[in-house]
């Protein structure tokens, strides 16, 4: 089993195409840099999102996909896929993103990042693969990638280790939060993700309203 770490930091900025016949903004084109990467407050130095209503901010600062995601594109598309090609800001080796559990603790390089929620895509990911329906091939590949916040700033670099810290006890992971999303949660799944602190606002609250409509007693 590969040791857990990073194989290439990935950044970019917003730029203007064309698509669907009207202009759209996006930060999704990322390219691999070389050497130390500053991270602080919600970004990656040299990263950056066009709509921070919906991309970016503490809950979604850093976005990582891996490797093993990768080969598993390359066969299902008959073509290697370049790294940063989903918009990845950390391409990791080792880990098995969806298993992780939401909370859990990264160590690496000389920041410490914490497990937030599953990518959930918008039709910026069809964009940036020239195929809208890519977003629905996505979704059922059941592959999103994790969302991780900064706990605190540094820097990371390709080929720094991952050290991965001890999971929260309630054990839901981004894989749980993935399907909640796409096929529903009963209302006990619907209690635990509203009682979990460490769960995004935004998912707690939507917990809390499917409650109340769906299960008012």
Partial sequence: MT??????????LPRTVSWGGR???????????????????????????????????????????SVEDYGWWADELGAELPFATFGENLTTEGIDLGACVIGTRWHVGTTTLEIAQPRQPCF?????MGDAQFVDRFDDA?????????????????????????APAHGFTVADLN????????????????????????????????LQRHHPH
Avoid: F
């Avoid at 040791?3 to 970019?12: D, E, K, Q, Y």
């Avoid at 910026?124 to 940036?128: E, T, W």
């Fill in 3 to 12: 040791a857990p770490r990073i194989v290439s930091v990935n950044v970019g």
């Fill in 23 to 65: 202009p759209v903004t996006s930060a999704i084109w990322k390219e691999p840099v070389a050497g130390r990467v500053p991270v602080a407050g919600v970004n990656l130095a040299g990263d950056d999102q066009a709509d921070r209503r919906v991309h970016g901010g503490p809950d979604k600062a850093v976005y990582a996909y």
């Fill in 124 to 128: 910026k990911l069809g964009m940036r």
């Fill in 142 to 166: 059941r592959r999103p990638g994790a969302y991780l916040r900064i706990l605190s700033a540094g820097d990371v670099g390709a080929g720094d280790e991952v050290s991965v810290g001890n």
């Fill in 179 to 210: 399907d909640v999303a796409q096929r529903g949660a009963s209302a006990d799944d619907l209690r635990r993700l509203a009682a979990n602190d460490d769960v995004p606002e935004g998912w707690r609250d939507w917990a809390g309203r499917q």
